[in-house]
């Protein structure tokens, strides 16, 4: 369900068009979700521990307690591996994605952010946090941009397939015996057989 309607701020905001400056994909950590890593792993054809790391909460500057896996050796969120210099592992020396065709759902909808209300329908857009509270330099500029329908459309998707991977978290979470990782991949189905 959608209860916002296209107007002048959300038109312009759809306008945004990425600059290929590289920040967003420098300093965030990108979480995925296990639909995001098998579009990667089907892709590239490599295997989801390596594109991954469980991040520990310090890690992050805000936590939301239900928000974590639950591991063997402590909390953790599932994020995009970076290189060491904190660049994400599929940024080119170009600032272009080697994986844009399967890039994650959160880089497909970026630099917005979609609101949603306590029943999960989309109520609201607005430009990223990360930009508007200046933890990136984002070099956007206004261009042709997303439609409005095909935002929306993709802005379902991702509350979707966000929500199947919170259901899945929740059902492991709620295990007696806890793994680590590699545990945690197979029982999202997420072991690559090349």
């Known amino acids: 369900m959608c209860s916002i309607k296209n107007n002048k701020r959300i038109s ?4 945004s068009t990425c600059a290929q400056c590289g920040s967003c994909c420098t300093d965030p950590i990108i979480e995925v979700t296990h639909h995001d890593l098998r579009r990667l792993v089907d892709h590239l054809k490599i295997p989801a521990d390596t ?6 909460v310090s890690d992050f500057n805000e936590v939301d307690e239900n928000d974590l896996i639950e591991l063997s050796y ?14 994400c592992i599929f940024l080119t020396k170009n600032k272009t994605c080697s994986a844009y065709k399967a890039r994650p759902l959160s880089c497909r909808t970026f630099p917005i ?16 946090d990360v930009i508007r509270d200046k933890f990136i330099r984002c070099k956007r ?15 379902h998707k991702t509350r979707d397939e966000t929500a199947s ?9 709620r295990k007696t015996e806890r793994g680590g990782k590699s545990d945690f991949l197979n029982f999202l189905k997420l072991t690559y057989r090349g």
């Open 113 to 128: 952010d979609v609101l949603l209300d306590e029943d999960n329908d989309i109520i609201d857009l607005e430009l990223s």
């Open 165 to 173: 991977y919170w259901r899945k978290v929740k059902r492991w979470n």
């Open 74 to 87: 402590g909390k953790r969120k599932i994020a995009l591996r970076k290189n060491q210099d904190g660049t």
């Open 141 to 155: 500029h206004q261009g042709k941009g997303a439609s409005f329908k095909d935002f929306i459309t993709l802005s």
């Open 12 to 15: 312009k905001l759809l306008k």
């Open 51 to 56: 594109l991954i790391k469980l991040y520990r």
